[in-house]
RNA sequence: CGGGGUGUGGCGCAGCCAGGUAGCGCAUCUGCUUUGGGAGCAGAGGGUCGCCGGUUCAAAUCCGGCCACCCCGACCA
């Protein structure tokens, strides 16, 4: 993509209303733009943030055995009436009535929904277990919407529902979502760590909240130092397998958000504790037949009886993710992309727009790279090398590429990793081949 | 929902107390100079001062009502 064309509104100076550095970073990268309280549009850049996390989620998705679909946004009141929700959700569900005055709703989460789908199509034990996901927009109409896309009104989220014919099958589909978690969280370079968590509105007696390290983040977190050690990608995992054994050695090690933490219990001395902050990006529940019973989805056993089936839900902040990874990896400069997240692999700065020999060094190396497969943001731009590498660093591509009158006289272009480090400079075919892998 | 605060050009702000020509920085446009880390000079465009009403010869400024947004707390993917 040229920069000269590209629609990325940055901002040089902090917007007001950013408090905090995923907000102010997204509006001033042009990520973001604010429609009302809570309420966002994305921008170009912005989505491609976005529709990579989401990828990430949905291979993980399908490795562990689930299947896409995707159900309305807008939800009939009654639904909700049968499950008894519609009362108890209060007024952060969005209540809406259409034109023959009949009550619906925009879905802050879909367990009636997928119930209702469930109970008109499957019969008979041999269907199960199943597990249905959808990535979605989803409205919750939060008293205090706040730190930008965090904790909006309107989020991106990945939820996912599970049936089982029995209490044990309900337990291995809860434990094979407990480890795409951590799957996912780790191939988006976070460090997640999930804690023993409330039911809260969805009930239910088994559940976890995944926690994501950030030094901002919005809860205090206190946990064995050995979790910042852990890596869920050295491990091969087979999903037919049983996970009990890996759930637990995930489980062992202590971790409780302050809210939980009491000093009085807890296993670990105070000075042998890792005291650190988290946000909070995802959610699992096994909560049973509460929804299977109240509204009639049951399939027939292997002894001819009527069972209602053993459901889990599990949720994921696709949007609030986009936050919760600038929140735990950017600089006084801007954004650090991971490389799993990044919306271009590499920004290419020319840094002489308009001298033919950088042109065409430009030119010749963005060819080679988008030919190798490889997202190029170039910076074609008659603007002078500050303003450039400002930006550059603001949206925080892990790659840039700086080319120069002195370099191209020379053959070489400056790499330089967006994490950190000098930049080098090195002969064009060394950056291509640093950049492509061969 | 309780408490606090703010609405003035795209962004950041001053002006309001003591009513009288809407102003500054950044951004934008034009020209010249410049050209390896958010350039310099000269010029230009852009604002129903959140909305409605009131007071007044005169309202960004005073008064009343409404709306929006932000922050702190209690609550949540």
Known sequence: MRRSRYFLPTLR???????????????RAGMIRQSSAGIYSWLPLGLRVLSRIEQV?????????????????IQPAELWEESGRYQDYGKEMLRITDRHERPMLFGPTHEEVVTDIFRGAVRSYR????????????????????????????FYMKDNYSFDIDHAGAVRSYNRMFVAYLRTFAR???????MQAESGAIGGDLSHEFIVLADTGESAVYCDPAWLDTDPLALAIDYE???QPVVDEWTRLYAATDDKHDPSTCPLAEDALYRGRGIEVGHIFYFGTKYSKAMGATVT?????????????YGIGVSRLVGAIIEASHDEAGIVWPESSAPFAVGLINLRAGDAACDEACESL????????????????????????AEMELIGLP???????????????ELKARAGGEAEALPFDTVLARLTGD
Not at 301 to 313: C, L
């Open 13 to 27: 100076e902090n917007p007001a209303e950013a408090q905090i550095a995923s907000h102010r970073l997204m509006l």
């Open 57 to 73: 989620v949905r291979e993980e998705m399908d490795a562990a055995g689930c299947q896409e679909i995707l159900m309305p946004a």
């Open 127 to 154: 269907d199960l277990p199943q597990n249905l996901y959808q990535i979605q927009w989803k409205f919750r109409d939060e008293l205090r919407p706040r730190f930008g896309i965090m904790r909006g009104r309107e």
């Open 188 to 194: 988006l370079g976070l460090t997640s760590i999930p």
């Open 241 to 243: 397998d049983d996970l």
């Open 301 to 313: 056993d292997p002894e001819g009886n009527d069972v209602a089936v053993e459901m889990g839900s």
């Open 366 to 389: 963005y060819a080679r790279l988008t030919d190798a497969g490889i997202e190029v943001l170039y910076d074609d731009r008659d603007e002078r090398a500050g303003v450039k590498f």
């Open 399 to 413: 790659w840039q590429v700086a080319v120069g009158p002195r370099g191209v006289a020379a053959g070489t272009a």
